[in-house]
């Protein structure tokens, strides 16, 4: 091997180390290498030095810049519990409120029904009528949904704005 | 302290999944030891990716409020720092992209606030915190100097000492690439160091 190629194979050898490892035998032809060449060991040195800074060199930490994340990450999680347990309510209210609707809706199909004839109404009207009534507690649910979401958007954006 | 949770008290488990199961729950005491577990690693990891200190408070905020809403993501089976360091560096390159992260000289400047992890030298004579200071200037400069793509992945492996695999979830990058970026990575680190070189 002449002597550029040994050179290329040392620092091949010296990155692969850092990165991988190396094997046994090449280890030893590569410690032999630096023992004989001064080139080659000024950059496994400056190599070294490189990843010695990485290693050693400290930063400052700001002050209490945990305790203002702590607070923070409580009350994100206090507001995200309380929308939870918000939600669930919401879930119980929209079940209870579907079976309700199902197991009235052949009594009040025939009220509608009922109250169409009384009043002389086309079919399609009190037919309408009883889709809309039908689908009411499913729009409120909707609108309250989305009344709560967009507030608890806002509150949380006010939240991080005011602590930051 | 009552009712702080330790995370020696989950020794009978394999931490990593009572860390997950905690994390779904979105146990506060537990955030809180992760937040204090964790300040000078991701600080420190955000600071070197971001270069401002401002940026790296702000972004560590961020990534916890991220690591709360985002809890039930972790699988409890990988280790819980490359999930953390991969969010962190998400919200790097969302920040980024919204604002021009600059001033990589004041992230070293002590007077601000307190240091963490002093080195036995930091006490010993002011011949040694000079030292100190020169040093980490310079690693400022020549990280600076140094492509992002190529500074990620040297802190990643060689600061927060993750492995090549830990390194491919976190930037999510196969493992070659990750590969390739830290040897052109340590190449181009030697370079500048030698220009650097006093």
């Not at chain 1, 809309?132 to 949380?156: C, E, G, K, N, Q």
Request: glycine share 4%.
């Amino acid at each position: 091997m002449n002597d550029g190629n040994a050179h290329e194979r040392a620092q091949r050898l010296m990155d692969r180390d850092r990165v991988e490892g190396i094997a046994l035998e090449e280890r030893r032809w590569l410690d032999a290498h630096l023992a004989a060449c001064e080139t080659c060991a000024a950059w496994a040195e400056a190599g070294e030095a490189a990843l010695r800074m990485l290693r050693s060199v400290s930063v400052a930490v700001p002050p209490g810049l945990a305790t203002s994340a702590t607070l923070l990450v409580r009350e994100r999680g206090a507001q995200l519990r309380k929308q939870r347990a918000q939600n669930l309510a919401l879930a119980a209210a929209c079940a209870l409120s579907w079976v309700a609707g199902v197991a009235s809706a052949p009594l009040v199909w025939r009220l509608f029904a009922w109250l169409g004839s009384a009043l002389d109404l086309p079919g399609m009207v009190w037919q309408l009528a009883f889709v809309f009534w039908w689908f009411v507690p499913a729009a409120a649910a909707t609108l309250v949904i989305i009344v709560a979401r967009t507030r608890s958007r806002t509150d949380l954006n006010m939240s991080d704005s005011d602590f930051v | 302290m009552e009712g702080v949770f330790s995370l020696n008290a989950l020794a009978m488990e394999p931490e990593t999944r009572a860390l997950a199961r905690g994390l779904r729950r979105r146990e506060p005491d537990l955030l809180e030891a992760l937040i204090l577990r964790y300040e000078y690693r991701l600080y420190r990891y955000l600071l070197y990716l971001t270069g401002s200190a401002e940026a790296a408070s702000d972004l560590f905020q961020e990534t916890w409020l991220r690591v709360l809403t985002r809890g039930h993501q972790y699988d409890g089976v990988s280790r819980f720092e490359p999930w953390l360091f991969s969010i962190a560096r998400h919200l790097v390159i969302d920040a980024s992209r919204r604002r021009r992260l600059v001033s990589f000289e004041e992230a070293f400047e002590p007077a601000e606030g307190r240091e963490r992890e002093p080195r036995a030298a930091d006490a010993a004579s002011p011949l040694a915190e000079y030292e100190s200071r020169e040093l980490a200037n310079r690693l400022g400069e020549v990280l600076a100097r140094l492509p992002g793509v190529y500074r990620e992945v040297l802190l990643l492996r060689f600061q927060e000492e993750l492995t090549l695999e830990e390194i491919a979830v976190v930037i999510r990058a196969p493992l070659s690439t990750v590969k390739s970026r830290l040897y052109r990575g340590l190449s181009a680190a030697r370079e500048l160091m030698e220009d650097k070189r006093p």
